[in-house]
């Protein structure tokens, strides 16, 4: 317990987490709910939290977008409903301002290459890139094309 204790409290964990760290240690499969029900109800334990900690977490620090976010929380184990209420916990203007940033700031790494910008291929293919970057990040297709219309018209 004393273990398990520490490794909650080190950051959030979820459930599944917890789970494969108690099966990599060796304990039985009914000690195993019984060590997640005590961890619970001590407060290391708790979804809610974990899921508004996590989405939090990769979108301030990692800038991923809602759809990378929720697709990797998935893979942590949790519900739909948890995954939906980590990602509202995300502030919109926050989220705008941080894809307006990033493609921003991707722009003037592709700029850098020293390629014509006046040629309308290249032009596209920049654009392409940008989408493409944007899209690998977690950000939602409709909000990029807006976004990127409006920050490089043609």
């Not at 997640?36 to 899921?51: P, S, T, V």
């Not at 929720?70 to 948890?82: C, F, H, N, P, T």
Request: hydrophobic share 35%; charged share 40%; glycine share 6%.
């Amino acid at each position: 317990m004393q273990r398990m204790g520490k490794y909650c409290s080190y950051t959030e964990r979820s459930i599944a987490e917890v789970k494969k760290k108690l099966k990599e240690l060796n304990v039985a499969p009914e000690d195993t709910d019984i060590v997640l029900q005590r961890l619970a109800k001590m407060g290391f334990l708790n979804e809610d939290r974990f899921a508004t900690a996590f989405a939090g977490g990769k979108f301030r620090i990692k800038k991923w977008g809602k759809k990378r976010i929720g697709i990797e929380m998935k893979r942590k184990g949790l519900s739909d409903e948890l995954i939906e209420k980590g990602l509202k916990q995300l502030p919109e203007a926050d989220y705008l301002d941080t894809l307006e940033h990033l493609l921003k700031k991707k722009q003037e790494q592709i700029m850098r290459s020293g390629k014509d910008e006046k040629d309308y291929d290249t032009k596209q293919r920049n654009r392409q890139k940008l989408i493409r970057f944007a899209l690998q990040k977690g950000y939602e297709m409709d909000l990029v094309m807006t976004r990127v219309r409006k920050l490089f018209p043609f």
